[in-house]
């Protein structure tokens, strides 16, 4: 077991971007928060250091990363050629919550992009981020700093429990502002195309481009021959150990639904959590209700850090009460995986 340092940069900022940078620097991995959720980097040019991400996560190999750069003057030691489309992205929307797929520059090691001829590039917003990013000098690969298949971590706590003893060196950041992951665009095309969805929404993308496809990949299940696009789709993720089920439709009939899954639930001695938008919070005076905030940003805020309390706490079963118009496709498509695509459409008889 490896000795876990954790540097609180509110106390200390100077010394947490000076060790973190050096631990980049010698081929060390770094949980460093982001304004989405923390990140677990490694020096993106160094094959051996980004190999240790994967065994720290136990995450698929064939599943790339994303290279975080502090700078314009860095986008050339992770791109090759960018386009149009790629450049608007990237001004308008960075330093931001948008990662841009762009092709890789033959710096970037196939460890990395998982042997795509693409890599994913993003600009944190996050100030600490940047620093250490640029006080290293290099561009840094990083996943979510979660071990695979957990809620990825939205307090430096979360990234302790996952990965103590895994890693060198933890710096926290406090909790971060989004709270959900970066938007993943393809972007070697002329039309920017979703991946995966977070903060920056598809209606501002469009704004800015003039047009925008979504992968449907994002809500249903991936074809096999469709994971390619974005090897994150074939896995589940997010999987807190409660059974999750989401609940659509018409909010009246979504707490019958749940009202009554509960009933059944709780005959089988099973602990029952809710989780629902604060307007919905007055429906469920029986249950353990966990309000999300009222929309989409505090939703996105609320919802990794929520399932872990679920899981310390205890319950088995957790019903997710979804307004999809207020909560958002980032909150949607994260807790339909969470839920192992267990939807319920209220209303109708099937689930
Ligand atoms: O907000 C974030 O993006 C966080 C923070 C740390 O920046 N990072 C993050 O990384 O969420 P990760 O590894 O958990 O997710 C990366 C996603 C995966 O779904 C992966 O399949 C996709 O981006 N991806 C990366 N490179 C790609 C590429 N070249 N082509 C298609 N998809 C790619
Ligand atoms: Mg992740």
Request: hydrophobic share 45%.
């Amino acid at each position: 077991m490896m000795k876990t340092k954790m540097i609180f940069a509110w106390k200390d900022r100077e010394n947490a971007v000076r060790e973190a940078a050096e631990e980049l620097r010698r081929g060390g991995l770094v949980v460093f928060p982001t304004e989405t959720v923390y990140g677990l980097g490694a020096n993106a040019f160094d094959a051996e250091a980004v190999r240790h991400i994967f065994e720290a996560k136990g995450r698929p190999q064939d599943n790339p990363l994303i290279v975080h750069i502090a700078d314009m003057q860095q986008l050339a030691d992770a791109a090759g050629e960018v386009g149009d489309t790629a450049r608007i992205l990237m001004d308008t929307f960075w330093p931001g919550p948008l990662s841009v797929i762009v092709k890789k520059s033959a710096r970037i090691p196939d460890a990395v992009s998982a042997g795509l001829e693409t890599v994913a590039v993003r600009m944190p917003e996050n100030e600490l981020a940047r620093e250490i990013i640029a006080r290293a000098e290099l561009p840094v690969a990083a996943p979510s700093a979660n071990t695979s298949g957990r809620p990825s971590p939205t307090l430096a706590r979360h990234a302790f429990e996952d990965l103590c003893g895994k890693v060198p060196l933890i710096i926290d950041g406090g909790p971060c502002r989004v709270g959900v992951e970066s938007t993943v665009v393809d972007a070697t095309g002329e039309v920017p195309v979703i991946l995966r969805p977070g903060d920056i929404t598809p209606e501002m993308i469009r704004k800015a481009v003039g047009d925008v496809k979504i992968h449907h990949g994002i809500m249903g299940e991936a074809a096999p021959e469709e994971v390619c696009a974005s090897p994150g789709m074939k896995y589940k993720h997010y999987a807190p150990r409660a059974a999750v089920t989401v609940f659509t439709g018409d909010k009246k009939e979504v707490a019958k639904q749940i009202d009554f899954r509960y009933h059944i639930d709780s005959m089988q001695g099973k602990k029952a959590a809710v989780l629902c938008l604060d307007e919905c919070a007055a429906f469920y005076p029986q249950l353990r209700v966990f309000a999300l905030g009222a929309g989409a940003a505090e939703a996105e805020a609320a919802l990794f850090r929520t399932l872990r309390e679920i899981d310390e706490q205890g319950f088995d079963t957790a019903y997710f009460h979804a307004q999809e118009e207020k909560m958002g496709l980032a909150v949607m498509n994260r807790i339909i995986r969470a839920a192992g695509h267990r939807v319920v459409a209220a209303g109708e008889e099937k689930e």
